[in-house]
């Protein structure tokens, strides 16, 4: 038997992580390697997240998300116990009838986010507006768990 010495890399694990997603990350942008038709197709079907920002005061959660070129009827807004959803699609649309696309970099496709809330909403308060692409969700508190002023009677 012989007694071999093996040198431990303890950058190994992350090079290799490295590797797999520059590979990930250029299958997606070259559509791996398929020609431009199956680009197209790729980033028609592909995956996206839109940005979005949330802020909290004592009265209500604001939710604002950057939709560009989604309809207002291809959104749908859920709020069930303390969980925000907005599901959404964004539409491949081919206005270019004449010749084929070079490159697509535009994120279409269906979209999901959910947000954990933490805190009791009144879910007949809560409103929604979609102007210029942003969506706005305003989700009131409850009642219960606003603070209220005791006031200290003195005799």
């Known amino acids: ?4 010495i093996v040198r431990f890399d303890p950058f190994e694990d992350l090079s290799r992580l490295q590797r797999e997603m520059n590979r990930l990350f250029q299958d997606s ?3 791996a390697g398929g ?9 028609a079907a592909g995956i996206w997240a839109p940005a979005v ?8 959660i604001v939710l604002k998300s950057e939709l560009p070129g989604v309809k207002q009827e291809d959104l ?6 303390d969980t925000l959803t907005i599901r959404g699609e964004k539409k491949f649309e081919d206005e270019e009838k004449k010749g084929s696309y070079i490159r697509i970099e535009r994120a279409y496709g269906t979209f999901q986010r959910s947000f954990n809330l933490g805190v009791p909403i009144d879910q007949n308060q809560i409103t929604a507006s979609f102007k210029d692409g942003v969506l706005t969700v ?4 409850s009642e219960k768990i606003k603070p209220k002023k005791v006031l200290v009677n003195g005799k």
């Open 53 to 60: 920002d949330v802020a909290e005061d004592a009265n209500e």
């Open 138 to 141: 305003h989700l009131p508190k």
């Open 76 to 81: 749908d807004i859920e709020v069930s116990n």
């Open 35 to 43: 020609s431009r038709g199956q680009l197209r197709e790729s980033a």
């Open 1 to 4: 038997m012989a007694n071999g």
């Open 29 to 31: 942008v070259s559509g």
